[in-house]
């Protein structure tokens, strides 16, 4: 366990967090590019919105516990795809089951921000945030419920889209 704990050390050092944030869009985006997912961009989506999401803390706070299996489940997701396309070999269901924990992740990463906005918008949040919050309280809220609303609806297509492929099979 010390390992994790090594881990999620270095993580909350601003620039290893942003270099492996950059590092896994930059992948992410070119396997899209050479080895597109039959799935159409939903871990580079995943992804998009989890930089987003930490754009909204200061620094110290940007680490999530969840990011130490999140990290490595994105990059996973991307070596799936890149798997499939070179050896032919279909990859769907392993590629659907990490998608539902990747969505899954990300509804609570959006829920923390929502509690963090409500109870620790001072003390957590970046100053731009809290600018935001300040003016239009509800429709920064809003934008987060949505995005909330909208991982819940990735996350049970994903799963139909699962058991459509084991019940196709």
Same mark, same amino acid.
């Given at each position: 366990?010390?390992?994790?704990?090594?881990?999620?050390?270095?993580?909350?050092?601003?620039?290893?967090?942003?270099?492996?944030?950059?590092?896994?869009?930059?992948?992410?985006?070119? @396997?899209?590019?050479?080895?597109?997912?039959?799935?159409?961009?939903?871990?580079?989506?995943?992804?998009?919105?989890?930089?987003?999401? +930490?754009?909204?803390?200061?620094?110290?706070?940007?680490?999530? /516990?969840?990011?130490?299996?999140?990290?490595?489940?994105?990059?996973? +997701? &991307?070596?799936?795809?890149?798997?499939?396309?070179?050896?032919?070999?279909?990859?769907?269901?392993?590629?659907?089951?990490?998608?539902?924990?990747?969505? *899954?992740?990300?509804?609570?990463?959006?829920?923390?921000?929502?509690?963090? +906005?409500?109870?620790?918008?001072?003390?957590?949040?970046? +100053? /731009?945030? #809290?600018?935001?919050?300040?003016?239009? /309280?509800?429709?920064?809220? *809003?934008?987060?419920?949505?995005?909330? &609303?909208? &991982?819940?609806? &990735?996350? #049970?297509?994903?799963?139909?889209?699962?058991? @459509?492929?084991?019940?196709?099979?």
């Amino acid at each position: 366990m010390g390992d994790l704990s090594q881990m999620m050390c270095n993580l909350k050092k601003p620039f290893v967090f942003n270099l492996i944030y950059q590092s896994l869009l930059l992948f992410t985006i070119g @396997q899209q590019i050479y080895y597109p997912q039959s799935y159409k961009y939903m871990h580079l989506v995943v992804l998009l919105v989890r930089i987003l999401i +930490s754009e909204t803390y200061q620094n110290e706070y940007r680490v999530f /516990k969840w990011d130490q299996f999140f990290i490595p489940m994105v990059f996973m +997701s &991307a070596i799936i795809s890149i798997i499939e396309k070179v050896s032919g070999v279909h990859l769907g269901l392993l590629y659907l089951m990490i998608l539902l924990g990747l969505i *899954g992740m990300l509804a609570m990463f959006v829920l923390h921000v929502i509690k963090d +906005s409500k109870d620790h918008l001072k003390e957590k949040m970046h +100053s /731009k945030h #809290v600018d935001a919050y300040e003016k239009n /309280k509800h429709f920064t809220l *809003g934008l987060f419920y949505s995005l909330y &609303a909208i &991982a819940i609806v &990735a996350f #049970v297509y994903t799963f139909y889209e699962l058991i @459509q492929l084991i019940v196709g099979n």
